[in-house]
């Protein structure tokens, strides 16, 4: 059993921090940094692709919606040929600075609102895929299974990696549960590692209506800012190992 442990880094903005990346980069084996448009500055994508190249960390392009003030999490309207355009700048930012640094984009994983949309909407969808075949074909896009990205990219060069979230809710019809949902993200280190475990071994999660709902995971995902996140990705990885499972990037 094979399974890349990833996290959001890079998240911090000028003088603020969020996070531990350095912690974080000791432990995971993909990192999704952000592109500058949820957060991340030019300072800090530099440092942080530095950081990861040093350690053999695999480096995603983590695009997003152009929505600093409100991280990213905010659904948004835009029309499709902008985003498009707005997913291959923040792709070839972060590609050129990794490239500086001895490294490169090794893969594309949407945040926050965005990944939740391109799940469910084709247009949006189809300008992601688009943005990555345009500028290399070889990326493969990180998101849930089932997805409309997951159709789309189908039928295209690109190829998707299915993800599992170790430290969100799920509904029963296998999606996230909204952050604004009590609940919504779990910090209890036991349930966290419990529910890796699962995902990875079993191929299955606990919604949260206590039905089990089949998951496809070749990555889990422990988000950068969640309360504790460096000792959930430690126990995480620890108890992956102890049952039998290997960690590694899967670019």
Known sequence: MLIDLNA???EGFGVFRLGDDEALLDIV????LACGFHSGDPVTIRNTCAAAVDRGVAIGAQVSYRDLAGFGRREMEVP???????ILYQLAAVDGIARTMGGRVAYVKPHGALY?????DP?????????VADYNASLPVLTLPGSA??????????????EAFADRAYTAAGTLVPRGRPGAVIADPAAVVARAVRMAVDGVVVAEDGSE??????????HGDTPGAVVLARA???ALKEAGVTVMAFT
């Open 236 to 238: 995480v990885r620890t």
């Open 29 to 32: 084996t993909s990192a999704n």
């Open 80 to 86: 499709v040929e902008e985003l498009y355009a707005e």
């Open 8 to 10: 959001d880094l890079g």
């Open 116 to 120: 939740n949309r391109v799940c469910r």
């Open 123 to 131: 247009a949006q969808a189809g300008a992601l895929v688009d943005a």
């Open 149 to 162: 990205v997951h159709e789309i990219a189908a039928g295209s060069k690109v190829a998707t990696v299915s």
């Open 213 to 222: 709902v089949a998951v496809e995971a070749r990555s889990i995902c422990v």
